[in-house]
């Protein structure tokens, strides 16, 4: 950490190149576990009947929650510039019964 000109500490954030330009997902599944949430990033394409999980996140639950916070405040502030986002029931998208669920990990 360095100090900026007030002596406070500042974190300094290294974003690389292949990090930077991202991971599509349309599906993510989220389980936990006492300890820890673990978020899957997945991507499903129409007419294939395997998705693929692109990305996997494991946090805190004290994390989980700070993401949940930072994701309605970020919501709030995205319709408050834009407009409501509407929650559209797409034609052909298939969603995994979760209650059959089985993936692996």
């Known amino acids: 950490m360095e100090q900026n000109s007030n002596g406070q500490k500042q974190l300094q954030i290294e974003l690389k190149d292949e990090t930077a330009q991202g991971i599509y997902s349309n599906l993510a599944m989220i389980t936990h576990s006492s300890s820890e949430f673990v978020m899957d990033f997945i991507s499903i394409l129409p007419g294939m009947a395997k ?4 990305s996997r ?3 805190s639950p004290e994390h989980a929650k700070r ?3 930072a994701l309605r405040d ?3 502030k ?3 510039s834009f407009g409501t986002i ?4 797409q034609k052909g998208t298939y969603m995994p019964p979760i209650s059959d669920f089985h993936g692996e990990a």
Request: glycine share 0%; aromatic share 4%.
């Open 51 to 54: 998705a693929q999980v692109k």
């Open 57 to 59: 996140v494991i946090m």
């Open 67 to 69: 993401l949940l916070m």
């Open 74 to 76: 970020n919501i709030s």
């Open 78 to 80: 995205y319709e408050d």
């Open 86 to 89: 509407e929650m559209k029931a």
